[in-house]
């Protein structure tokens, strides 16, 4: 450890822990890891009152991954897995100890020399100046929007120079397709009043071409992008540092939970988990997202597992309809499944592209893409989803065998990771270390709201009498609906108030969540009023609930969702209506280009086949 001290009598400004590599060296041995989990325990328990009952801060740095192919034979020892069990002991204890003051490093993978072991010069200096800047930052008063840090200056990559000319060249197309309809209308205009059928005519002729409207659409997205590389990537605007508190999570939920209940209007549809309740459950758990990341609400254990939930949530969603839109409307052909990925895919590669970021770094598209093939997977397997003459009990059977599936892939993801090693998976999902650490802990921690969701249809939409149930006033069903609220707030509670230790509580969730899930839909439809009347502002926020959770990391949040965006400093309120109107309209934005890319590709397709 190391000190930086005016007075070797006065406690230290700031502590600087390292994690155990030479002990990893010495001895690899379960024991010895076992004996630093535990000295871990104790030494961050006197820190954390040390830092607690003085202005002391505490910096603790993780062990950065090795190149285990460089090591030299007495540090052969030393493997990326053997670190990667150290420094979940220190999230560990963290958790439990963790207090205002306290900061944990995680460098992951950062330039080395050619011994494969220690960081380069220019990577020992980025990581001292991010220790003096955090060091730095908290001594600035909570309201003050100004940082100690200076934005680094990123490097110009082929794919971004690419897109950067494929927009220019859209744009170009675009006002040029816009001239020339102007040019056509102003012609018209001097030669006189035409006859009406030649005005229709004209006007077919000199409509927007599937062309010049694909290069608006890549126009918009442009622009729409520029403005996050300069948001993000740049020290044109303001980064600011989170500072959680319960009033600033509390009070805009409670703002957003007004604008929700002002809106409620009868829904077209009151059958059970209908497409207007979808939706609007999609919105307000986004909204809640939102206001979670902007507010830092991560560093909440308890908020931590209700987040998890919502995106259990969504999964179990996205599952239900795509499964009952194979129960309803059959085998998805293979341009219904390029338009779903395309949608899904296109803002977050084209975000990937521009911010130099991998696939895997917006992980929730990459979750409900596998979550659209998982389940386009169990219904094409035999019995069919949309085969109507077999038993639907064959259809849970096979949902249930699936779950036994995922369930062990959840215990043993080694048994089934080696389909992710093949190319292009390998270069879409692979950590920087060849390993699926960060996949295998994504897609597993809510892999059960898969086979969940796909029940539920099956449920739903194959055996009517349940459906009728639900549907029915009756003293079971009001009971049904107080057992599920109170079973949903205890998980809650339990989660929120027991949890130490993320990873228990992580296995916890996947068992238990799809319980939540199915309590949820029964609180939401048991009751009458409720099911009978959806939020329009909820609705309309789920429209475009996945351009808002990807936008969010660079528009609404900076540096990768770790700062916040500030336009207007010296005043929090006006700040937030300007970032948040702006976030709005380039989530609409790109949701609109996305729709109309997908349209105008389709309308080719359809005149290809009819030529």
Same mark, same amino acid.
């Given at each position: 450890m190391a000190g930086l001290v005016q007075n070797p009598l006065d406690s230290a400004d700031l502590i600087v822990a390292g994690a155990a590599l030479w002990t990893m060296r010495r001895d690899p041995s379960l024991e010895e890891l076992n004996?630093?989990?535990?000295?871990?325990?104790?030494? $961050?328990?006197?820190?954390?009152?040390?830092?607690?009952?003085?202005?002391?801060?505490?910096?603790? $740095?993780?062990?950065?991954f090795v190149n285990e192919s460089l090591l030299i034979p007495?540090?052969?020892?030393?493997?990326?897995?053997?670190?990667?069990?150290?420094?979940?002991?220190?999230?560990?204890?963290?958790?439990?100890?963790?207090?205002?003051?306290?900061?944990?490093?995680? @460098?992951g993978h950062v330039p080395l020399i050619p011994d494969g072991l220690h960081y380069t010069d220019d990577a020992n200096d980025e990581t001292v100046q991010a220790i003096l800047n955090v060091h730095c930052n908290s001594q600035l008063p909570v309201t003050d929007r100004k940082t100690c840090c200076q934005g680094l200056l990123h490097s110009i990559t082929a794919p971004q120079v690419v897109l950067l000319v494929m927009f220019v060249c859209s744009a170009i197309i675009s006002f040029w397709g816009l001239w020339c309809r102007h040019t056509c209308s102003w012609s018209r205009s001097l030669l006189? +009043? @035409?006859?009406?059928? +030649?005005?229709?005519?004209?006007?077919?002729?000199?409509?927007?071409?599937?062309?010049?409207?694909?290069?608006?659409?890549?126009?918009?997205?442009?622009?729409?992008?520029?403005?996050?590389?300069?948001?993000?990537?740049?020290?044109?605007?303001?980064?600011?540092?989170?500072?959680?508190?319960?009033?600033?999570?509390?009070?805009? $939920?409670?703002? $957003?939970?007004?604008?929700?209940?002002?809106?409620?209007? @009868?829904?077209?549809?009151? +059958?059970?988990?209908?497409?207007?309740?979808?939706?609007?459950?999609?919105?307000?758990?986004?909204?809640?997202?939102?206001?979670?990341?902007?507010?830092?609400?991560?560093?909440?254990?308890?908020?931590?597992?209700?987040?998890?939930?919502?995106?259990?949530?969504?999964?179990?969603?996205?599952?239900y309809g795509h499964y009952t839109y194979g129960l309803k409307r059959g085998a998805s052909s293979w341009s219904r499944v390029a338009e779903v990925l395309f949608r899904l895919n296109l803002y977050t590669v084209l975000l990937c592209l521009t911010m130099d970021v991998p696939y895997l770094h917006y992980y929730f598209v990459p979750l409900i893409s596998a979550c659209y093939l998982l389940v386009l997977l169990v219904a094409a397997i035999p019995p069919v989803a949309w085969d109507l003459n077999k038993s639907p009990w064959m259809q849970v059977l096979k949902a249930s065998c699936f779950a036994i599936v995922f369930a062990l892939y959840r215990m043993q993801p080694d048994m089934f990771n080696w389909i992710f090693s093949f190319p292009p998976l390998s270069q879409l999902f692979l950590d920087d270390d060849n390993s699926l650490h960060e996949w295998t802990f994504r897609f597993g921690l809510d892999i059960l709201a898969v086979p969940s969701g796909i029940l539920c249809a099956v449920m739903l939409h194959r055996f009517p009498q349940i459906n009728g149930w639900i549907c029915s006033r009756s003293i079971g069903n009001n009971l049904m609906t107080i057992l599920s609220a109170m079973t949903l707030v205890v998980y809650c509670g339990m989660m929120a108030t027991n949890c130490t230790s993320k990873p228990e509580c992580n296995l916890l969730h996947t068992y238990l969540s799809p319980i939540m899930l199915v309590g949820f839909v029964l609180v939401r439809n048991t009751w009458e009023p409720l099911r009978h009347h959806y939020s329009q502002f909820f609705d309309w926020v789920g429209i475009y609930s996945l351009e808002l959770f990807i936008a969010q990391y660079h528009i609404l949040l900076a540096n990768d969702t770790r700062s916040l965006?500030?336009?207007?400093?010296?005043? @929090?309120?006006?700040?937030?209506?300007?970032?948040?109107?702006?976030?709005?309209?380039? +989530?609409?934005?790109?949701?609109?280009?996305?729709?109309?890319?997908?349209?105008?590709?389709?309308?080719?397709?359809?005149?290809?086949?009819?030529d």
């Open positions: 004996r630093y989990e535990a000295n871990t325990e104790s030494v $961050l328990q006197l820190l954390s009152l040390l830092v607690r009952e003085s202005d002391t801060n505490l910096v603790w $740095l993780k062990q950065a007495r540090r052969k020892n030393i493997t990326n897995l053997l670190i990667r069990k150290y420094n979940d002991a220190v999230d560990i204890n963290w958790q439990r100890f963790r207090t205002p003051g306290m900061f944990l490093f995680s @460098p006189g +009043s @035409p006859s009406q059928s +030649s005005i229709r005519d004209t006007g077919q002729q000199h409509a927007a071409s599937p062309v010049v409207m694909i290069c608006q659409c890549i126009t918009l997205l442009g622009i729409v992008l520029l403005y996050t590389y300069l948001a993000d990537r740049t020290p044109v605007f303001t980064k600011e540092e989170k500072h959680f508190n319960w009033t600033s999570f509390a009070v805009p $939920l409670a703002i $957003l939970g007004i604008l929700g209940f002002v809106t409620y209007q @009868p829904v077209k549809d009151a +059958s059970v988990l209908n497409r207007q309740q979808t939706c609007e459950t999609r919105g307000w758990m986004q909204l809640v997202l939102l206001v979670y990341h902007y507010t830092g609400g991560s560093r909440v254990l308890g908020l931590y597992y209700v987040v998890r939930l919502i995106v259990a949530m969504y999964i179990f969603l996205s599952a965006l500030v336009l207007v400093e010296g005043n @929090p309120i006006l700040n937030i209506c300007i970032v948040t109107t702006i976030f709005v309209l380039v +989530s609409h934005t790109v949701a609109e280009c996305t729709h109309m890319l997908v349209n105008v590709m389709k309308g080719l397709a359809s005149e290809n086949e009819n």
